[in-house]
């Protein structure tokens, strides 16, 4: 019978959802795994879809079906906690990881001379709508602006935004991994920086607020794991880790932010917070997705904004469209330093120092492969 076909492919869609979770288990860097790590919002819409789709076949059957529906619904409610477990951190249901500023503490943005405004914004390199870019950009009114997949034309179409921003880091490229850091605040200093691959930059660059205190200011965007030019996720994860173990020592605030092509809840941002002690804003408010702007149904938050304990949250929000695949996050910070006590860090693992040690040898190991074929050709 047609109902039974049906019902078996219902299973079988059912059973690929379980099976590829399952693939959350391994660290494995090839993008087929790493992909499963992104759409767990989707997994639990798409798993309860299949048991609505079951029941309405067994409404329609008059009740002759062959599987039970408790087939569908065991399943579904097993993806559901397994998912659900990561990404309640990322809902206000769960505690604030990084602290909001106190109203005590919180004054007019132009009084406070402890308060930096971020805005990071993937323009998306072959994206040309520059004018509602800047209008979106002009209405946020950053005091640092990070541009993502900024190439020449990017760089043009920013210009008339550079009185505003005197201070900058330009570093246009045509490879979807050019990038610019403009500032109203002063950059005292900054290098432009390759950890991993010689092709993808990150800026790292010291702001003095006008309260006089300095604020390391990082922008990154690793390669990201991806089937259609066979990237795995080894220079992402190599990244990230690096950054971490870095980070980790330095003793003054600190803000990371950029398109680090990965999820909130993946194994890799989580072994970054640990290994960093950074906050993410995001646990405890909201997933704030930036990807993809076009499809409602298929967005992740991969642009983020970590910092250090030495500062509370102001504001966090997605900006508008801005014709890119992304939307613009924003983030409004004050340095407070007196209240690091208030924040809940990632405590490490007895295991992290492991992992973090075969994620670098295995970009070594990358390297050393991609240059030996290089050389054979």
């Known amino acids: 019978m047609i109902s039974t076909v049906i019902e078996i492919a219902l299973m079988l869609l059912l059973a690929s959802l379980v099976l590829g979770s399952l693939l959350n288990l391994s660290s494995h860097p090839h993008w087929f795994v790493r992909g499963w790590d992104f759409p767990r919002v989707q997994i639990i819409a798409t798993a309860w879809l299949l048991v609505g789709l079951k029941l309405t076949l067994s409404y329609l059957a008059s009740g002759s079906a062959t599987l039970s529906t408790w087939w569908f619904v065991l399943p579904a409610c097993g993806l559901t906690a397994w998912h659900g477990f990561r990404i309640m951190p990322y809902t206000p249901l769960y505690p604030q990881q990084a602290k909001p500023t106190s109203s005590l503490d919180r004054q007019s943005r132009q009084s406070d001379p402890g308060t930096i405004r971020i805005v990071v914004s993937n323009v998306e390199q072959e994206n040309d709508r520059f004018d509602q870019w800047r209008d979106v950009i002009s209405d946020a009114n950053p005091d640092i602006l990070v541009v993502l997949e900024s190439d020449d034309r990017w760089v043009e179409a920013a210009r008339p935004l550079f009185e505003r921003y005197p201070h900058r880091v330009v570093c246009p490229q045509d490879n979807w991994y050019g990038m610019m850091m403009l500032s109203r605040l002063p950059i005292e200093q900054h290098q432009v920086r390759y950890w991993v691959q010689d092709d993808i930059p990150s800026i790292d660059a010291r702001i003095r607020l006008t309260n006089d205190q300095c604020v390391r200011m990082i922008a990154v965007h690793p390669r990201p794991p991806e089937p259609w030019r066979g990237n795995h996720a080894t220079a992402r994860d190599a990244?990230?880790?690096?950054?971490?173990?870095?980070?980790?020592?330095?003793?003054?605030?600190?803000?990371?932010?950029?398109?680090?092509?990965?999820?909130?809840?993946?194994?890799?941002?989580?072994?970054?917070?640990?290994?960093?002690?950074?906050?993410?804003?995001?646990?405890?408010?909201?997933?704030?997705?930036?990807?993809?702007?076009?499809?409602?149904?298929?967005?992740?938050?991969?642009?983020?904004?970590?910092?250090?304990?030495?500062?509370?949250?102001?504001?966090?929000?997605?900006?508008?469209?801005?014709?890119?695949?992304?939307?613009?996050?924003?983030?409004?910070?004050?340095?407070?330093?007196?209240?690091?006590?208030?924040?809940?860090?990632?405590?490490?693992?007895?295991?992290?120092?492991?992992?973090?040690?075969?994620?670098?040898?295995?970009?070594?190991?990358?390297?050393?492969?991609?240059?030996?074929?290089?050389?054979?050709r």
């Open 239 to 376: 990244e990230l880790t690096l950054w971490g173990e870095e980070l980790a020592q330095e003793p003054g605030p600190v803000i990371i932010s950029g398109d680090l092509n990965d999820v909130a809840w993946s194994a890799t941002t989580r072994l970054f917070l640990r290994t960093s002690n950074l906050l993410d804003p995001r646990r405890g408010r909201g997933f704030f997705n930036t990807f993809h702007a076009d499809h409602w149904f298929c967005r992740f938050p991969l642009d983020h904004i970590f910092h250090s304990k030495h500062l509370t949250v102001n504001e966090i929000r997605r900006l508008s469209h801005i014709g890119s695949d992304h939307f613009p996050m924003l983030i409004e910070l004050r340095l407070n330093p007196q209240r690091e006590d208030d924040h809940h860090v990632l405590e490490e693992k007895s295991s992290d120092d492991e992992e973090v040690a075969t994620r670098v040898e295995r970009a070594e190991r990358s390297e050393a492969t991609e240059v030996g074929t290089s050389l054979a």
